[in-house]
């Protein structure tokens, strides 16, 4: 089984384009990733620039709309993911509870589609 | 089972492992060092269940094992009569000997995970041991797990894990990362039982179940884990990529009603790319790390030939055979030469295949592989296309009496129909 991680950091929805995560925050982080690496249940993981640096594609009528970041009626905003193989949703949610996460941050844990064994 | 129970077996199946290798850095016993990983699972699910899961469950059964190792080496009972090396020890510096643990388990570094792996894989051990205790060891697998993965009765398989721990503390096996030449022959001792366990969860030996999934990923977490840990062994990472090629096709490898869908005839589209990225990746760095010409850098090479292809008639199958060629001239196996034949049957047409295989029939001799299904299958594929329609019939029949795996009979079958329809029409 296959589960993402999604990481909502608070405010990320208003961050400047080239907003970066602190040296210690950084640190925590890599030290995280690399405990999943080595337990071997990493399989992908990135962090994603701000809204501001986005866009959005939006379609009516079947004619596409291309809306720059950021967006002002955006709450809560992904800051990057997780992809890590677990054997249940329990092993997957313990494994990201130990996400070095601030205070107020949320993590979205959702698991992929499979084809049933 | 409970909300809570099902965490804590989350929780058991993360921390175990590091939780054994470093309680069995200072009891050298990995029975021991299981024993007391097991008595602080207990304690666990006594309190956790009215108390609440602790803040950090991860520590909390590390200092719950600690404490445990700790009264048992204050006791001196349970181990001095287990081990003689801990006795003589504890004889003459108890004190020293808890201080070491208290420290020990504080940090647990990749060197004890490393060394757990080597001593549950030894060559002392039978192949059946090894993967029984590798699995529930390092693979953090429930004795009941295993033993329905493999579809033994589960007291089999608990006799098989105790009878390996007994072999290991009898034999006095050290509990250490070997080096030299010794490394290279453990080396490939643990790649074998973490390949035979992918390949008991890839193609089920027996049974309706063409794949038990779940067993090729732990294998395949298992080679992520050694890849880490082992980074300079280019076989390591080429067994990985092995790994990753094959897995990336489970989604194609069976049709709507269950049925197994051999590679020619596969949906590439249902491949799954980003595992075959992180294939190419790991083969890549196989390669980098010079054991280009090694055997699981060569079956992955091969494996890679086949992901690289759009179509099955894109393949490049001259490179398929000259790797084959390659592979056989350091493992004369009879399996490689029956899969070289495919790839000659493809590049130099069928009669070219034939002969190969008879190469491949001869190195078998009177071999267990004598009995392998595939030979009859191949020879009966090949000879159908070559329109050698009664004889073609004869070898498939061979063959799904030959297989136990009810999909592969299934499969077989359909080839039969197949040439029935060809003879019909003929």
């Known amino acids: 089984m296959r589960f993402m991680m999604i990481l909502i950091p608070e405010g990320y929805e208003s961050a400047a384009p080239d907003a970066v995560p602190s040296a210690e925050a950084a640190a925590k982080m890599m030290e995280y990733n690399m405990s999943l690496q080595k337990a071997g249940v990493l399989l992908a993981c990135d962090g994603l620039l701000p809204p501001s640096a986005g866009a959005r594609i939006s379609y009516s009528d079947g004619k ?54 | 089972m409970s909300d809570v129970a099902k965490t804590i077996e989350a929780v058991w199946k993360i921390e175990s492992t590091r939780l054994i290798a470093a309680i069995a850095r200072v009891t050298r016993d990995i029975g021991i060092a299981e024993e007391l990983a097991q008595d602080a699972l207990v304690t666990a699910l006594e309190l956790w269940p009215r108390e609440g899961i602790p803040e950090n469950p991860g520590a909390w059964l590390m200092t719950a094992a600690k404490r445990r190792a700790i009264d048992s ?23 020293q000997l808890a201080d070491a643990l208290e420290h020990s388990l504080d940090q647990v570094i990749d060197d004890d995970i490393l060394r757990l792996i080597f001593t549950a894989c030894h060559p002392i051990l039978p192949m059946e041991g090894r993967i029984a205790l590798t699995l529930r060891l390092i693979g953090g697998l429930a004795t009941t797990e295993i033993a329905r993965a493999f579809l033994v009765p589960e007291k089999t398989l608990g006799q098989r894990i105790s009878r390996a721990k007994k072999t290991l503390s009898e034999a006095h096996v050290p509990f250490e990362t070997p080096s030299g030449d010794e490394l290279r022959r453990r080396v490939e001792s643990v790649l074998l039982v973490v390949y035979l366990i992918f390949n008991e969860g890839y193609t089920a030996t027996s049974g309706d179940e063409w794949m038990r999934s779940t067993l090729a990923d732990d294998a395949l977490r298992l080679g992520r884990m050694l890849a880490q840990l082992l980074p300079g062994e280019s076989e390591v990472h080429a067994l990985l990529a092995l790994m990753e090629l094959q897995a990336s096709r489970s989604a194609a490898r069976r049709g709507k009603n269950g049925e197994a869908v051999l590679l020619p005839d596969q949906d590439r589209s249902l491949w799954d790319y980003a595992q075959i990225q992180r294939g190419m990746t790991a083969l890549e760095q196989a390669q980098r790390l010079g054991g ?18 759009r179509t099955a008639e894109e393949t490049d199958w001259d490179r398929v055979v000259l790797l084959y060629d390659a592979l056989l001239q350091i493992n004369p196996s009879p399996i490689v030469a029956l899969n070289r034949a495919v790839a000659v049957g493809m590049v130099q047409g069928p009669a070219a295949g034939l002969d ?68 019909l029409s003929a």
Request: glycine letters at 6%; charged letters at 30%.
């Open chain 1, 64 to 117: 596409a709309t291309v809306m720059d970041g950021p967006f002002a009626e955006a709450k809560e905003v992904i800051g990057g993911y997780w992809i890590i193989q677990a054997r249940s949703r329990e092993e997957a949610i313990e494994w990201f509870k130990r996400a070095p996460i601030a205070n107020n941050d949320i993590i979205e844990v959702r698991q992929f589609f499979e084809m049933p064994d």
């Open chain 2, 73 to 95: 080496l204050r006791r001196g009972r349970m181990l001095l009569q287990k081990h003689e090396e801990i006795a003589r020890e504890l004889e003459f510096q108890q004190q």
């Open chain 2, 356 to 423: 190969a295989l008879d190469a491949a029939a001869t190195l078998a001799g009177d071999s267990a592989l004598a009995g392998y299904h595939l030979f009859p299958s191949v020879r009966g594929d090949l000879l159908m296309k070559m329109g050698r329609l009664s004889e073609a019939r004869e070898e498939i029949q061979r063959a799904i009496a030959m297989t136990k795996n009810l999909r592969e009979q299934e499969l077989l079958a359909n080839k039969l129909k197949q040439i029935e329809k060809a003879a």
């Open chain 2, 292 to 309: 280009g010409a090694k055997p699981y850098a060569l079956q992955a090479a091969i494996a890679a030939c086949h992901m690289r292809a």
